[in-house]
C-alpha cells in the first residue's frame, strides 16, 4: 500500500509538472490560450501583472477553486490538490522559461510546433491526475463536481466548462485565438481517453490497485 502511493505521489508530481509547462507553452505560443490558461491570463491582466507574472494568477485563481471544490465536493480535495497548488505558479514561470530557451524565433511553425506540444502536455498532465485518483487540480474537481450534480459523463461537462472558461478569460482581457477554440472541442475526450489508458496501464503493471 505504502509503495502504491508514492507510486501516486510521482504521477500526480508529474502530472503537475506537464500542466504547468502545458499552459505555460500555450500561452508564450500566441495562438491563443488554452480554457484554463485563458483563466489565468484574464486574471493576469486585470490584475496588472505582467506575462512573466502569469504563475502568481495562476496560483489565485487555484486557491479559490480549492475552497469552492473543498465546500461543493469535499472527497475530490486530497493530498494530490495541495501537492498540485503549491509547486503549480513556478512551474508555469519555469515553463515560459522552457519555451523561449527552445525557441528561439517566434514563426507561425514555431508557434503551431509550440502550441501542439503545450496541449498535449497539457491534456496528459490532467489525465494522469485523474488516473491517480489521489486528489484533482482545482479546474478538473469543478468539472467533476459540476459532473456529479448533472450526472452528465465528463467529456461533456468539460467542454461546457471551457467555454464558459473562454468567455471569462476573454472579458477579463485573456488572449483568445485558434488554440482555444481547438482545447475547448477537444480536451474532454482527450483527456477522458488518456485518463482511462493510463489508468488501465498504471493496473496491469501493478502500480495502483
Not at 505521489?9 to 505555460?24: E, P, Q, R, S
Not at 488516473?131 to 456529479?148: C, N
Not at 472579458?171 to 482545447?183: D, E, N, P
Request: charged residues 15%; glycine residues 12%; contains cysteine.
Amino acid at each position: 500500500m505504502k509503495k502504491e502511493k508514492i507510486w501516486k505521489l510521482v504521477l500526480a508530481f508529474c502530472g503537475i509538472v506537464l500542466v504547468g509547462t502545458g499552459v505555460a507553452f500555450n500561452a508564450a505560443a500566441a495562438l491563443g490560450n488554452d480554457p484554463v490558461g485563458i483563466v489565468y491570463d484574464g486574471i493576469r491582466n486585470a490584475a496588472n501583472l505582467s506575462s512573466e507574472q502569469l504563475g502568481m494568477a495562476s496560483n489565485i485563481v487555484n486557491a479559490v477553486l480549492v475552497v469552492l471544490v473543498f465546500f461543493t465536493g469535499r472527497h475530490y480535495v486530497n493530498i494530490g490538490t495541495f501537492v498540485y497548488i503549491i509547486p503549480y505558479g513556478v512551474i508555469v514561470d519555469l515553463g515560459g522559461r522552457l519555451y523561449h530557451l527552445l525557441f528561439h524565433t517566434q514563426t507561425l511553425t514555431v508557434q503551431i510546433a509550440g502550441a501542439t506540444i503545450g496541449c498535449l502536455l497539457l491534456y496528459t498532465g490532467v489525465a494522469m491526475y485523474i488516473a491517480t485518483d489521489i486528489g484533482l487540480d482545482p479546474f478538473t474537481g469543478v468539472v467533476m463536481v459540476i459532473r456529479d450534480r448533472l450526472g452528465k459523463e465528463y467529456r461533456v461537462v468539460k467542454i461546457c466548462f471551457d467555454i464558459c472558461c473562454i468567455v471569462l478569460g476573454f472579458v477579463l482581457g485573456g488572449k483568445l485565438g485558434v488554440i482555444t477554440i481547438i482545447t475547448a472541442l477537444t480536451a474532454g475526450p482527450v483527456i477522458q481517453f488518456l485518463a482511462d489508458l493510463i489508468g488501465k496501464l498504471m493496473k496491469k503493471s501493478g502500480w495502483l490497485s
